[in-house]
């Protein structure tokens, strides 16, 4: 298929590489996400160029956040990643595909989008993948997920500020959250920081990446876990994006 040549090239342009597994995993992700599509609202692109490139490729970029975390979770069997505000399941499920190893939790409260992360699931074979209906504000507060994970994901759910009371909780000490942003990447952070300290992270790096075939600029915030969460946060659904920490 076009669509798994193109998404090939253009990740080894970014030093991936993917394998006739990955691309045939692609191929059906793509497929199963345009027929459901017709049905259900999962996303506005669906184009063959701009899903590779937009979904897929824009996923597979998180690999690039840190050497460390990358060498462990596409080498090593155990990693727990979390992916908050799945939606049609990016970033997580394209790291899933290359990266068979990582255990991973979906996280999506709107039911549709839901039902497409278990059928898409179950249609890749994907094993060691969980899929939660739910809030990050009540789930980050469920002794079974909070601080429990290696790595916290998200992609376009809200600005840094708000997110980062999403994401912090999930992550144990030493653990890393990856936000990604766009060219505003670099102006979130600095509107974040004093929320990141007061969740018990800090400021890593903010890696900027430019995409083939895509003019705008994306940027990896990287956030580490340096000490504990404080009990209170993240505070119940809907006050954080109503009272961000910045503001307080």
């Known amino acids: 298929m076009a ?3 193109l998404l090939s090239e253009s990740a080894r342009c970014l030093g991936l590489k993917l394998n006739e597994e990955h691309r045939r995993a692609f191929g059906i992700y793509y497929g199963e996400l345009v027929a459901w599509n017709e049905k ?5 692109i669906t184009d063959y160029d701009q899903v590779q490139i ?5 996923s597979l970029t998180c690999l690039l956040a840190d050497e460390d975390l990358t060498r462990t979770i596409c ?3 155990g990693v727990r990643a979390i992916d908050i505000g799945a ?3 990016f970033p997580g499920l394209p790291l899933k595909i290359v990266c068979p ?3 991973l939790t979906l996280l999506e409260a709107i039911g549709k989008k839901v039902g497409f992360l278990e059928h898409i699931v179950s249609r890749l074979g994907l094993a060691g993948v969980e899929v939660i209906k739910g809030r990050a504000e009540e789930l980050g507060q469920d002794a079974a997920h909070r601080e429990r994970y290696d790595l916290a994901l998200a992609r376009a759910v809200a600005e840094l500020p708000v997110l980062v009371e999403y994401a912090l909780p999930f992550c144990r000490l030493g653990g890393l959250f990856v936000a990604q942003k766009g060219a505003e990447g670099d102006a979130e952070a600095r509107a974040a920081e004093g929320a990141i300290a007061a969740l018990g992270g800090v400021l890593r790096r903010i890696v900027h990446l430019e995409l083939p075939h895509l003019a705008e600029r ?4 990287v956030i580490e876990k340096i000490a504990p969460t404080p009990e209170k946060y993240p505070r119940r659904p809907g006050i954080p ?3 961000p920490l910045k503001s307080q």
């Open 3 to 5: 669509i798994v040549k």
């Open 40 to 44: 259900f609202n999962l996303t506005a």
């Open 54 to 58: 937009k979904h897929f490729l824009d």
């Open 75 to 77: 080498q090593q069997r």
């Open 87 to 89: 939606g049609a399941g």
């Open 101 to 103: 190893g990582l255990q």
């Open 218 to 221: 994306r940027s990896l915030v």
């Open 241 to 243: 994006s109503k009272r």
